[in-house]
């Protein structure tokens, strides 16, 4: 018998495996700038493209690794309810973006330059959420990218604080050119041993 | 949207599976070796896609008839389930995954190219649809076959299905896989192992519904997703 209020026990991880289907991406699932396959990209903010390369132990590049990016728009605004400024989040932004690695360990997100905000950890600096899922992960790893243009919201962030100072520039995405009209950005992911990129406590 | 989760426990202790997960080698080169970062969660954590029916189409829970007449090989079935959250609370619009191996144990994907097990050109395996307002949602496909994975060690994974579900938060992301009950291969899968707690390997596990219930159309089964996240304030 369930006590009143005892919670239920939550359903437990299991690992995406190999064979997460490729008939389920559609052209445009990385692109978090438009909320359908059909909409016009939304152009309040700088567009920007996130690459990089997923690898695992020993710098051997990750096959068909899944990533979902989640991140605020270019005002620092989610358009979801926990959002005290839910309303005027920008209406064209999805600024949810799902991706896959390639035979090389490839991916690539095009997104706006997120904006900061203030939440209950604290002053944020723009950043975004990065999922990994992969065959070999049981779990899935969360992440998160910050930008080099913002060094004082960097160094005021409660999430950066948290991981240890030298292990800080993992965080942060490179300048990598430029691509398709706009800055490009490369965060590569090292899952496991060398430069292992910090993750967070599910 | 006024049952949003704002509150995430820990998960609850032996409920996660091991990592690196014995006798599954991958998990040895890609689990993390450093400890994971504790980190205050932030807007980020507590919020997620809620329109994600518009990005993904969300209509496809027939994987055993896509061709009208032209049936997938197999026993035909029906899933159908919840996603709940913590509290016991449906989860709504949430979007749901499923993509499984055919009656032989073979996926449709370019990579399962390790045994020459045969492909149905009337089963795809994949699947997608948004829950409804009770948190329901339902396919119909056929029982998956138990399949080899080439490792050293031989390692036969049991009939499962893969489940990815998009809840109303980060947080609440899962991917996770469907077991059936009485499989005698179930025990000896590292997979469904690494889950130390049984009561949490009890959640992996699908109910066969009693026939009388279904009818003589399909094997029924009930499956309900409990991802994390609870109202901070309970409910009375």
Redesign the interface.
């Known amino acids: 018998m369930l006590k009143p209020?005892a919670?239920?026990?939550?359903?437990?991880?299991?690992?995406?495996?190999?064979?997460?289907?490729?008939?389920?991406f559609?052209a445009g699932?990385n692109d978090l700038t438009?909320?359908?396959?059909a909409?016009a990209p939304s152009t309040r903010g700088e567009r920007i493209l996130l690459r990089g390369v997923v690898r695992?132990?020993?710098g051997?590049p990750?096959?068909?690794a899944i990533l979902?990016a989640?991140?605020?728009d270019a005002a620092g605004r989610?358009?979801?309810?926990?959002?005290p400024e839910c309303a005027l989040a920008d209406p064209d932004f999805?600024?949810?973006g799902r991706a896959w690695t390639d035979a090389a360990g490839g991916y690539e997100f095009h997104t706006l330059l997120p904006g900061g905000?203030t939440?209950?950890?604290?002053p944020?600096a723009p950043?975004i959420?990065l999922?990994v899922?992969?065959?070999?992960?049981?779990?899935?790893?969360?992440t998160?990218v910050f930008f080099p243009d913002f060094p004082g919201p960097n160094e005021a962030d409660?999430?950066l604080a948290?991981?240890?100072a030298a292990r800080r520039p993992l965080l942060l995405a490179q300048p990598d050119g430029e691509a398709a009209g706009c800055r490009a950005f490369r965060f590569d992911l090292q899952?496991?041993?060398g430069a292992?990129?910090?993750?967070?406590?599910? | 949207m006024d049952s949003l989760p704002d509150r995430f426990d820990p998960w609850p202790p032996g409920v996660q599976p091991v990592v690196p997960t014995p006798g599954y080698p991958g998990t040895f080169t890609h689990s993390p070796a450093e400890a994971p970062i504790r980190r205050p969660a932030g807007r980020g954590q507590f919020t997620g896609p809620l329109d994600l029916d518009r990005k993904l189409p969300c209509d496809e829970m027939n994987l055993a008839t896509p061709n009208p007449g032209r049936p997938a090989i197999g026993q035909l079935i029906h899933i159908a389930g919840r996603i709940l959250d913590e509290d016991g609370r449906p989860v709504r619009g949430a979007v749901v995954e499923l993509w499984q191996a055919n009656a032989a144990g073979r996926y449709f994907h370019p990579n399962d190219t390790t045994r020459d097990a045969p492909l149905d050109p009337n089963f795809i395996g994949n699947g997608r649809v948004r829950t409804d307002a009770e948190g329901g949602f339902g396919f119909f496909t056929v029982k998956p076959g138990a399949y080899p994975v080439p490792t050293k060690e031989v390692w036969w994974r049991p009939p499962h299905v893969h489940f990815s579900v998009i809840g109303p938060a980060s947080l609440s992301r899962l991917v996770t896989q469907m077991f059936f009950p009485g499989e005698p291969l179930n025990p000896f899968d590292h997979i469904f192992m690494a889950v130390p707690e049984a009561a949490a390997r009890q959640r992996l596990l699908a109910t066969a519904l009693p026939p009388a219930e279904v009818g003589a159309g399909w094997l029924g089964f009930r499956h309900d997703i409990v991802l994390r996240g609870r109202a901070a304030t309970p409910p009375c």
């Open positions: 209020n919670p239920l026990l939550p359903t437990p991880s299991q690992t995406i495996g190999p064979f997460f289907p490729q008939t389920f559609q699932d438009r909320v359908s396959a909409a695992r132990e020993g051997i990750c096959v068909n979902e989640w991140q605020a989610f358009r979801h309810p926990k959002d999805l600024g949810w905000f939440d209950a950890a604290g944020r950043h959420e999922a899922m992969a065959s070999g992960l049981m779990r899935t790893l969360f998160t409660p999430v948290a991981v240890p899952l496991r041993g292992e990129t910090p993750f967070f406590v599910e």
